[in-house]
C-alpha cells in the first residue's frame, strides 16, 4: 500500500473581542468543504502524476503525453463542486488519446454529481417530497441535485441494486399483509384511477419481529402469492395475519396454514358494514352493544400474555364465552335486512380465535391485531398519501424499495450504497501532526 503525503499550512484570523466556541466551530463548518475540495484535487493530481509513470515505463514506446483535456471536468460531490483538467495520453498501439486518471479511479462519463454526493439527497426524499428534499440540501449544503436527478437516482438504485433478498433460508412460520388506496398518475402528470398498493410482513416466530418481505402495487392476491413463493419458504408459513379482505384468505392461505383475523379491524368495520346494510346510529345501538360484550375485543396482548399454562381451563371457558356473543351477534343480524354485516361476522368468527388455540397447543401467544404492520408503515403511508400524493407505479415502488431499507433496515441501506458507489477499498487515514504558533 502506497503512503502520500500532503502537507497543508492554514492560517485563521482570530478576533480579540467577542469569540465564542461557536464562532470557532461554525467558522471550520463554513471552511470545511473548501479544504476538503482542495486535499481531493491535491489528491488527484498526485495519482495522475504516478499513473501516468506507471503507463510510461511499463510500456516503453507505447504511450505519449498528450497534454490536458480542453476544459475543466467538473466533478460535484459530498465537498462541493471540484473543477479538475484531466491530462491525457496517447496510445500508438490503438491511435487512442485516453486520460488515465479516468481508468484509474472509474470515474464516470458524462457525470458532474459523483454517486457519493447523492446519499444525502436521496436520503432526505425518504421523509420529504423531492422538491423539498433538494431544497433542504441546498439549505444546508449550498448546493443540491435537481429533482430530476434524484428521480433517476432513485430508480437507478431500486432496479440495479434494490432487489428484495432471497429469504427462502429463513424460516419464516408468520405472514402478516395489509394494504391501502394510493392516487395514481399517468404521463406528465395525469391523474388516474386509484390503485391498492399492498405489502407483507413475515416473522420468524413468536415473540420474533415482523420485517418487510414485499411491496406491490395494482397487484392481485394470487400474483402476490407466487411473487411471495418463489422468495420465501411458503410451505413453511403456519399463520396468515389479515383484515379479512377480499380474495386475502382464498389466495394467500396455503396447505397447512391458518388464519387470524385482526381483531381490531372486525370491530372497527362492523359499523361501517352497518351504515352499508341501511342502519343509522340510532338503529346500530342495541348491535353496537352486544359487540362490546364480547371479551375478544376488550382483551389486549399485555392481558393474554398474564396467563400461565395452569390457566388453560381459564382460557377455554373464556373461548366458549366469546363464541356464545358472537353467535348472540349474528343471530341478531336479520340475514335480510343485514346480509353484508351478518356474512362478516360469520366470516369473522370462524378466522378470529386461532390466538387462543395456538396457546392452548403449548406454542404461545399470536399477535391478536395486525398492528404491527399498520405501525410498521405508518410513515410510509403518510409519505405516500400526504406529501407525495400521485405516484406512477413504477415510481412508487422504485421509491417504496428504497425507503423500506432507510427507515426499518439500516443494514441493508448501507450495503445498498457500499455496493452502488463500487467501494471495493478506500482511502485509510494514515498519521495527523497538527502544531500552530501566532504569526
Known sequence: MDKLEIK?????????????????????????????????KAILAAMEKKTIKEHISRHPGRYYRHGKQPRNRKLITSFGPIYYRLAQLYDRRTGSVFS????????????????????????????????????????IK?????????HRCIKELAEDYGQWPFLK?????????????????????APLDKAEMRWALASEGVGRRFEPVGFWVD?????????????????NLEVLFCDGGPGIEKNLLSEGMRSQR?????????????????????????????????????????MVEELLPQDKKVVVQLVEEIKTGLKKLIKALNPKKYPKTRAYIENFSK??????????????????????????????????????????DEGLINWLMIAFRKIYKPALWDELWTKYLEIHKQLRFSNLKISYAWI
Open 169 to 189: 433460508h429463513r424460516a419464516f412460520k408468520f405472514l402478516m399483509v395489509d394494504g391501502t388506496k394510493v392516487k395514481r398518475q399517468g404521463p406528465r402528470g
Open 262 to 302: 385482526c381483531v381490531w379491524h372486525g370491530k372497527r368495520d362492523f359499523p361501517f358494514l352497518l351504515y352499508q346494510d341501511g342502519a343509522k346510529k340510532e338503529e346500530q345501538k342495541p348491535f353496537r352493544k352486544l359487540i362490546d360484550e364480547i371479551l375478544l375485543f376488550s382483551l389486549t396482548r399485555e
Open 351 to 392: 378466522n378470529a380465535l386461532l390466538v387462543f388455540e395456538y396457546w392452548l397447543e403449548g406454542k404461545g401467544w399470536i399477535p391478536l391485531t395486525t398492528n404491527a404492520i399498520e405501525s410498521a408503515f405508518s410513515r410510509i403511508v403518510n409519505r405516500i398519501k400526504r406529501i407525495g400524493r400521485r405516484w406512477s
Open 100 to 139: 488515465p486518471l479516468v481508468r484509474k479511479l472509474s470515474i464516470l462519463p458524462y457525470k458532474q454529481y459523483q454517486r457519493e454526493a447523492l446519499e444525502a439527497a436521496v436520503g432526505q426524499v425518504i421523509h420529504l417530497s423531492y422538491r423539498l428534499g433538494e431544497k433542504e440540501v441546498r439549505r
Open 8 to 40: 497543508i499550512a492554514l492560517s485563521y484570523k482570530i478576533p480579540e473581542k467577542d469569540l465564542t466556541i461557536n464562532g470557532i466551530l461554525r467558522g471550520l463548518q463554513e471552511d470545511q468543504n473548501k479544504l476538503m475540495r482542495n486535499m481531493v
Open 142 to 150: 449550498g448546493y443540491a441535485p435537481s429533482k430530476s436527478t434524484l
Open 219 to 235: 397487484k392481485d392476491w394470487g400474483f402476490i402469492c407466487k411473487d411471495l413463493s418463489k422468495r420465501l419458504d411458503y410451505k
